[in-house]
């Protein structure tokens, strides 16, 4: 069993759409969480951390669900710049393979 | 502020040659990494370190090598390339280990054939 599990997609959403990205993870000690953003060919760089009361940034917004060991990404009013790979990455605070990053998902905003 | 930058962009190698990816960062971060990323799967760690000095072993080290003599440096020594470490290296950087930012750097585009 994966880590980190992630819907590869793609998601195909129009402009003004909201969508919604889900991610499991299989360590309950998980400890810190965290949402990537990495564009076509680039590195992956922050977009969100995830705390567990929850917490939003302008038009997205991201959940931590604990007893059901999932994280979740909310894009309100999908912009063409959303267009990339949203990497889900949980942290398990033990030896050295403490952060495992999921595979992404792919979200493509379509005019 | 460069952040981590990376030598080289590309490369292509013949089996059985070796060579070294450059990574330096410039934000005074301890913690640096290496990942590699293949089509279809997540990032990997292959070795970290927490300063100068200090290296570990990640997921997948076989086949690589690292060395942390300053704080802004963190080469990774490929021996013997083989196919399978046909791969996009990136390396990260950042402040703490557990709950901090991992700042990225551009990538290295290694083939091995």
């Known amino acids: 069993r994966k880590e980190v599990e992630q819907d590869p997609g793609p998601f195909n959403v129009p402009e003004g759409a909201t969508v919604a990205f889900n991610c499991t993870y299989s360590?309950?000690?998980?400890?810190?969480f965290f949402w990537y953003r990495q564009d076509c060919r680039k590195e992956p760089k922050l977009l969100m951390s995830v705390y567990s009361s929850g917490n939003e940034d302008g038009r997205f917004t991201a959940q931590l669900n604990r007893a059901s060991q999932y994280i979740s990404l909310l894009i309100r009013d999908s912009k063409l710049s959303d267009s990339a790979t949203y990497l889900c990455?949980?942290?398990?605070?033990?030896?050295?393979?403490?952060?495992?990053f999921g595979t992404g998902t792919r979200l493509t905003v379509i005019p | 502020n460069a952040g981590v930058t990376q030598t080289p962009k590309f490369r292509i190698l013949k089996i059985g040659q070796s060579m070294t990816l450059q990574c330096t960062q410039d934000?005074?971060?301890?913690?640096m990494y290496w990942y590699r990323q293949d089509p279809g799967m997540g990032l990997k760690l292959i070795y970290y370190s927490v300063g100068a000095g200090i290296t570990d072993k990640g997921e997948v080290p076989n086949g690589y090598n690292v060395s942390r003599s300053t704080t802004e440096d963190f080469p990774l020594r490929l021996e013997l390339a083989a196919p399978s470490q046909t791969s996009v290296y990136f390396c990260?950087?950042?402040?703490?280990?557990?709950?901090?930012?991992?700042?990225f750097g551009p990538g290295t585009r290694l083939t091995v054939t």
């Open positions: 934000m005074n971060h301890n913690y």
């Open positions: 990260a950087s950042s402040y703490g280990r557990d709950f901090y930012e991992q700042y």
């Open positions: 990455v949980v942290n398990y605070q033990t030896g050295a393979n403490n952060l495992f």
């Open positions: 360590n309950s000690a998980s400890q810190s």
